[in-house]
């Protein structure tokens, strides 16, 4: 890369980051203040800034060539829910789809929260998605509506997404439980062992090539380890289960509105879910 491309590239990502924050709601850095119009970030976008420029400017650089190797930190001798095969039963549905998932799941009662839940929340999304986000489990106003990651979280979720050039129904989402915990508790192994198979139902018929973990339960959960999330966070994981795709922890939108000192980080992150995705695109 010549330094030319090396300056239009980090004008370009530093136009990114101030606009990830500014949808964040964050505009003042103390003496800094980022403009309320600031543009779309595009070629377009940086050009101003790079006046020497005339011809096109590149696709933002693939930091897939930069990223470190996959790290699957998780122990392979750990299974969290005593089951070691590759696919669970579960998982081995012939012509699986979405739709029939959700009528075999039906009102389901396999644990004890569907004594308190309002709605299932299923999941929704793009049915072929090559990214997925999976949270721990409903809240207040998921349980309301029926649908995953409609509260402040949700919301905040929506502009991460955004943030990275998707749209929110580019991608799949869905919790481990598909009903609401009281008091949002976290989720209780029992919980996650007669639920989670159907989140794997739906993970085996979307095939994403990325899962974006949002939280420790999630990560846990889904990765069936009891490393933290403090030790996981940003690196790929290989997902043993399903072979071929990754898991890429990040912190919960939910966190990050009580910690928003941790937004840089999950902006790392998913400025490594882009490179990821372009890289394999
Ligand atoms: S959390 Fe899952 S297993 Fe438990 S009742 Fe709800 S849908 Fe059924």
Redesign the pocket.
């Known amino acids: 890369m010549t330094p030319q491309e090396e300056l239009r590239a980090l004008l370009q990502e530093t136009a990114e980051h101030l606009r990830y924050y500014q949808e964040l709601g964050i505009t003042n850095f103390g003496e800094i203040f980022i403009p309320q119009d600031l543009p779309a970030v595009t070629a377009e976008a940086t050009r101003p800034m790079t006046q020497a420029v005339s011809e096109p400017l590149p696709i933002p650089p693939k930091e897939i060539e930069t990223m470190p190797e996959t790290k699957n930190t998780v122990p392979d001798s750990f299974s969290l829910f005593g089951e070691t095969a590759p696919l669970a039963p579960e998982q081995q549905v012939s012509d699986d789809s979405l739709e029939k998932i959700r009528a075999d ?1 039906g009102d ?4 004890k ?2 004594k308190t ?1 309002t709605n ?1 929340v299923f999941g929704e999304g793009n049915a072929k998605a090559d990214l997925m986000f999976i949270g721990e489990a409903p809240g207040a106003d998921e349980d309301a509506s029926g649908r995953p990651f409609v509260g402040r979280a949700g919301q905040l979720l929506t502009k991460m997404i955004e943030a990275i050039n998707f749209k929110r129904e580019d991608v799949y989402i869905a919790n481990i ?3 609401r915990p009281p008091d949002n508790r976290n989720p209780e192994a029992d ?1 996650t062992k ?2 989670i198979p159907f989140l794997f139902r739906q993970i085996a018929v979307i095939r994403p090539k990325l899962i974006v973990t949002l939280g420790n339960p999630a990560t846990q959960g889904l990765l069936e380890t009891k490393v933290g999330i403090t030790k996981l966070r940003g690196e790929f994981q290989d997902y043993p289960r399903f072979p071929g795709i990754k898991v890429l922890p990040t912190f919960h939108p939910a966190y990050l509105l009580r910690s928003p000192d941790k937004k840089r980080e999950a902006w790392e992150d998913l400025k490594k879910v882009r490179a990821f995705l372009q890289g394999g695109a």
């Open positions: 799941l389901c009662q396999r644990c929260l569907w839940r299932i439980l598909k009903s919980e007669s639920c």
